[in-house]
């Protein structure tokens, strides 16, 4: 199983912008789809963005098209998630996810990170 860690999360205003990072191990990495995923107080965790192998191609939640952008480094053995516009119902745990089927898949993978807290102030 790939081990990851996230990094990023934290308190912004709303129209403000964070970068989610995760950190795999292992060299496995690059042949993983990966994606994230976020859970918000009394809901349960969702998808929100996948990325395919390479880096090509992307797929997102449609609340987060055009705000959100996810993408890999493979030297680095780690994924990003670029959020813009942030709105106060974004406000969530984040997880990374390694192992999603395909990049248009919104089931998750088998291996998870810890999360990060990303909070949204209005």
Avoid at 23 to 42: E, I, K, L
Avoid at 68 to 86: G, H, P
């Amino acid at each position: 199983q790939v081990q990851l860690v996230e990094s990023g999360g934290g308190l912004v205003q709303a129209g403000g912008s964070l970068r989610l990072s995760c950190v795999a191990s292992g060299p496995t990495f690059r042949y993983n789809v990966m994606g994230w995923f976020r859970q918000a107080p009394g809901k349960e965790r969702e998808f929100v963005a996948a990325i395919s192998t390479s880096g090509g191609v992307a797929n997102y939640l449609d609340s987060v098209k055009g705000r959100f952008t996810v993408s890999r480094d493979n030297a680095k053995n780690t994924i990003y998630l670029q959020m813009n516009s942030l709105k106060p119902e974004d406000t969530a745990v984040y997880y990374c996810n390694a192992g999603l089927i395909s990049s248009s898949s919104t089931s998750p993978g088998g291996s998870w990170g810890q999360g990060t807290q990303v909070t949204v102030s209005s």
